[in-house]
DNA sequence: TCCCAGGCTCTCT
DNA sequence: AGAGAGCATGGG
């Protein structure tokens, strides 16, 4: 048995995956399907995805949360970053708790987690996402992964910028993502070329950060912060969609509260879930 | 049916 | 600099 550096949640190897225990600020159905990643479904009371190139099966038991089939080495090197496991996101909800509302945000959507996922997967899948719908984009996506992804047995993985870069609009027709599709294959073009390096957005000044991404077309500044801190991990990002607008605008007089401006990132994704929840409208 | 969707680009003032 | 139309497609 390990224990998480920082945290004090245990992590055991268990006869069927890798079990986590005592995890806090866990739920994994907010943050499975709070729309920051689009291959997460549920099946038969677990929720699976490919990701990193891998299936993956997570669920709740009495015990905590298992990873089912994974190995101690693989839930070090992909899924505990990916889970954003070794962030303290008691801490954040506790400082943010110090505002009413943002108390009642919490209260409602403090058991997300900030996925970190793929930077060119992020990229992609939030071109996709623009003037869209969520059911939509997701199959967008899966109809991309299949057709472009490759065969890992069990589905298909998110298509490389390499494989997407030597296709044509036409080629993507199949995947009906309508003027999006000449947006994709730019992006591509432009990180398989190293013209967009998606490793130092990690940690080059957000700016400048924003900047890189926006060279592609069809990518704005809105695109650019879901990248960065859904692919990045750069929760210092808040993008700003129709949502989060009008959420801003009623809830808060169109200004995030000075205490949450640390984490904005995360609190956006509260206040994401929070509104499309409540159904939250101006009327 | 019609409105709208985790926006962006382009054009016209 | 700012506003507005147009964009492809289909879910609700």
Known sequence: MTSGDIMNYKISEV????????????DLESTLDCGQA??????????TAIAFAKRIYIYSTESGILIEGATLDEFNTIWRNYFDLDRDYDEIVSNISSHDKL????????????LKQDAWEALCSFIISQNNNIPRIKGIIERLCKAYGEDIGCGYSFPSSETLASLTVDDLAELRS?????????AAQKVASGEVNLEKLSYIPIEDAINELTKIKGVGIKVANCTLLFGCGRIECFPVDVWIKRAMDT????????????YAGIVQQY?????????????
């Open 271 to 283: 206040i994401f879930h929070y509104a499309r929840m409540t159904k939250l409208r101006f009327d």
């Open 103 to 114: 108390k009642e945000i919490s209260d409602f959507a403090g058991n997300i987690r900030i």
């Open 15 to 26: 006869s069927n995956g890798i079990l986590i225990s005592g995890i806090t600020r866990f």
């Open 178 to 186: 309508g003027f999006r599709a000449k947006y994709i294959i730019d």
């Open 251 to 262: 809830l808060f007089d169109g200004e995030l509260p000075e205490v949450a401006v640390k």
């Open 38 to 47: 689009f291959r997460w479904e549920q099946q038969n009371g677990k929720w």
